[in-house]
């Protein structure tokens, strides 16, 4: 039977999301001290607009909608899935009013690039935006690495019950400790720790190569919050080529390599129980994934001819499959190269390493390596079942923070979320077909909206078709919040106009 919802649970998801706007006009403070330090007064302008309508957005629903009830798992999905895309229009107006964006349909697109870490964007003549604005832009992808509801729970949602359905909403499940508000709250000390010493080294760094201290600074934290939310944004429009510098791409492989590790993991290191590392499923299967597709680009390289010593291997062929294999979206050739140079083979080693993707419960998309595991324990389960005695019980468990012996449900809800990847990766791929795009072109940038990469043949760009870009950007949301929070929202709408009347408990 399905419920239609109430005033009351239509209010209560109401109030919660326009908390997650009021955190998302708080974030928007970075930039405006940013911009007015820079004097850049289109931009300070700019984003008191935004901020003015994400406050009175928060006053509206805290007026409107407020009542006594806790959130439940259904509220909790409701503002995970509906909160997203709200945060993505209120956080576009500042990009709108920038000036350097064709259509607000473009600069909600960078919007949800940047929350869901994806790392494609459509903004013109990035190489002379505001300081303001090229901080808003990285801070998105930092802050949505940790996630817009993580962000909300550790300063916004404190004492509320119901705080772990909203958690648990946005694709988390680990508590790193008991308290699901101090889990965000450790989830951002790590976070800000690695910030310090990664955007340090490489401040150090862009001094050292004669780049102005001012501008260096900058510069450090963008590439850090890029790489680390494995998000992939750059200050510039060449992205890594612009620094010209194998330095600078070995300190942000090793940063977004970290950062696509499950949160957890680093907690487990952190409070000194290293041997997590070892024995964790999904560094395993991220180990055997990364061989395999090195393997693979290796061949397609050598049987073309091209990026044969090992330098131009690890740079223009390790980095990017590396890159794309943490939904990271950094890259050290031209969008075209991918196309013209790689050859069939290499290209699709990259675009298989992204539709895997990074962890779980990481700054990383893509179907995820805990997923690769249970999918490939599942199999060998299969397989020793049929060589096994009819009478045997055969069971399989994976290790990831504690052992979890394999069941029905488990690679059941795993194999759905897997084939709803597939699906948005495939639907994306054919959509680029049927307008025109050459399909190892259009299957590669489908793949990397929907695993929230963010590396490109060349296909994303601000002349590419209104509905392929609104199918990306419904690519990335999902792929984000891993489909759950998308399914129980398709489902409201159901229950909206088909619904039983009754009260929900």
Request: some cysteine; proline content about 2%; overall charge positive.
């Amino acid at each position: 039977m399905i419920l239609r919802p109430t005033r009351d649970d239509l209010k209560l998801i109401g109030w919660g999301i326009g908390r997650v706007i009021l955190g998302v006009g708080i974030i928007m403070a970075v930039p405006l001290v940013v911009a007015i330090i820079s004097t850049e007064w289109n931009a300070v302008l700019d984003f008191l607009v935004g901020i003015a309508a994400c406050v009175t957005f928060w006053l509206a629903m805290e007026i409107t909608c407020k009542v006594k009830r806790d959130l439940a798992w259904f509220h909790g999905l409701m503002v995970a899935s509906a909160g997203w895309l709200v945060a993505v229009m209120f956080g576009a107006i500042p990009h709108m009013l920038s000036g350097h964006f064709k259509s607000y349909l473009d600069a909600c697109f960078d919007l949800m690039s940047g929350c869901t870490t994806t790392g494609l964007f459509l903004l013109q003549d990035l190489d002379h935006v505001s300081h303001g604005l090229n901080m808003w832009r990285h801070l998105l992808t930092y802050a949505g690495g940790q996630g817009i509801i993580v962000i909300a729970l550790t300063f916004l949602f404190a004492g509320t019950a119901g705080a772990f359905k909203l958690y648990a909403s946005e694709g988390k499940e680990e508590r790193l400790l008991p308290n699901v508000i101090r889990t965000a709250r450790a989830i951002w000390m790590i976070s800000l720790t690695y910030l310090w010493i990664g955007s340090l080294l490489l401040w150090l760094f862009l001094m050292r190569e004669g780049m102005p201290a001012g501008r260096g600074f900058l510069h450090s934290i963008w590439l850090f919050m890029g790489a680390w939310s494995t998000g992939g944004f750059a200050p510039q429009s060449l992205n890594l080529l612009y620094y010209h510098s194998f330095v600078i791409e070995a300190i942000t492989l090793v940063v977004f390599a970290i950062g696509s590790f499950n949160f957890a993991l680093h907690y487990s290191v952190w409070t000194r129980k290293r041997n997590e590392i070892h024995k964790n499923i999904e560094i395993r299967s991220f180990t055997i994934t990364v061989a395999i597709t090195t393997f693979v680009l290796a061949i397609g390289f050598s049987k073309i001819q091209v990026y044969t010593t090992l330098t131009e291997f690890f740079r223009k062929g390790f980095y990017n499959l590396m890159s794309g294999h943490t939904g990271t979206g950094n890259v050290t050739v031209y969008a075209t190269s991918f196309f013209k140079e790689f050859g069939f083979i290499a290209m699709w080693a990259i675009t298989l390493a992204m539709a895997i993707g990074a962890s779980a419960c990481s700054t990383g998309g893509g179907v995820k390596g805990l997923r690769m595991g249970i999918f490939a324990k599942s199999v060998w389960r299969d397989i020793k079942g049929i060589v096994s005695p009819e009478s045997a019980v055969v069971r399989e468990k994976i290790h990831h923070v504690k052992d979890i012996w394999l069941d029905e449900l488990l690679i059941r809800n795993t194999m759905l979320i897997l084939l709803s990847y597939v699906a948005i990766y495939f639907i994306g791929g054919l959509l680029g077909i049927i307008y025109g795009y050459e399909p190892s072109v259009a299957f590669f940038d489908a793949v990397s909206a929907g695993s929230n990469t963010g590396l490109s043949a060349g296909l994303a760009t601000p002349l590419m078709p209104a509905l392929l870009k609104t199918w990306y950007i419904f690519e990335m949301w999902a792929g984000r919040l891993e489909f759950v929070a998308i399914f129980a929202l398709f489902g409201m709408a159901v229950a909206l106009f088909r619904g039983k009347v009754t009260h929900r408990t």
